[in-house]
């Protein structure tokens, strides 16, 4: 019998930057830690799901292309590089914890992870384990937000009848805020918006290809902070955290 939640199957987006903390050497363990003991606790109510990890604790394509003749394609392929280091470092946690994890990668590295294939995927959810994808889209110019929209949209999430998909993405802030909460004490925090309030206010949320996705395919995304213990467990379990982004 599946549970009755919100959501039966979600997509986590983990940036770099968020399992860094303020570790010196990119990663931070608790952190690491803290995400898969969250998320062993939801995968035990039954709740199916799958990670898109950023790498941008490691390298962001953007910042380093063009210094030192680097071009943009060189240097976002290091960066997808790095999610895969993050992926792999973030499934060992999990695996030592006791939750069978696989690592798919977009692009082939078969000797360290899976090739991303979407039914494969699929089945290893159902089977109550967590996917977690890495490498981003596999292609230079996007980002993994991009990539945790994409999967959404390619049915990753789609369990039956029921329209499990969202994207909940855990940040170092609390939510989306009607100004800049460091600069403005009074700034207020939305519970929701729509798709059109973020683009046409632009705001920082995610990436507008990766935001446009989400809007083109109905894909709600709740933007929460992941550094609140207990938040990764009631963003999954569909509980109000954060910003809801939808309609
Ligand atoms: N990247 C890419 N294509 C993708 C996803 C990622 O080229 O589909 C590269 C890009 O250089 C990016 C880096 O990988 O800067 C790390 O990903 P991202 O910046 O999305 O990580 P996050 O901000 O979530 O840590």
């Known amino acids: 019998d599946k549970p009755s939640y919100k959501w039966q199957r979600v997509l986590l987006k ?44 490691i390298f962001r394509g953007s910042s380093w292309a063009g210094s030192s003749g680097l071009d943009r394609s060189s240097a976002d392929y290091i960066g997808m590089l790095a999610t895969v280091m993050n992926a792999i470092f973030l499934q060992a946690t999990m695996e030592s914890i006791g939750i069978p994890t696989r690592v798919q990668t977009a692009f082939r590295m078969s000797e360290v992870a899976e090739p991303y294939i979407r039914r494969r995927a699929v089945r290893h959810l159902e089977k109550g384990r967590v996917v977690i994808f890495a490498a981003g889209t596999g292609n230079p110019f996007f980002t993994t937000d991009t990539a945790a929209a994409l999967r959404c949209a390619e049915n990753v999430l789609f369990v039956g009848p029921v329209n499990a998909e969202v994207v909940l993405k855990a940040t170092n802030v609390d939510g989306v805020y009607d100004d800049d909460p460091r600069h403005n004490p009074n700034a207020r925090l939305h519970d929701t918006l729509t798709y059109h309030e973020v683009t046409s206010k632009d705001l920082s949320v995610m990436d507008m290809t990766a935001i446009t996705l989400c809007q083109e395919n109905n894909i709600p995304v709740v933007v929460f902070n992941l550094n609140k213990p207990g938040n990764i467990t009631k963003a999954i379990k569909g509980e109000q955290v954060g910003t809801l982004i939808g309609g």
């Not at 930057?17 to 050497?25: I, N, T, Y």
């Open 14 to 57: 983990v940036s770099g930057e968020a399992l860094a903390g303020d570790h010196s050497q990119n990663i931070d363990p608790k952190i690491t830690m803290a995400i898969a003991s969250e998320v062993a606790s939801v995968t035990r109510l039954g709740i199916e799901v799958a990670i898109v990890v950023g790498g941008g604790n």
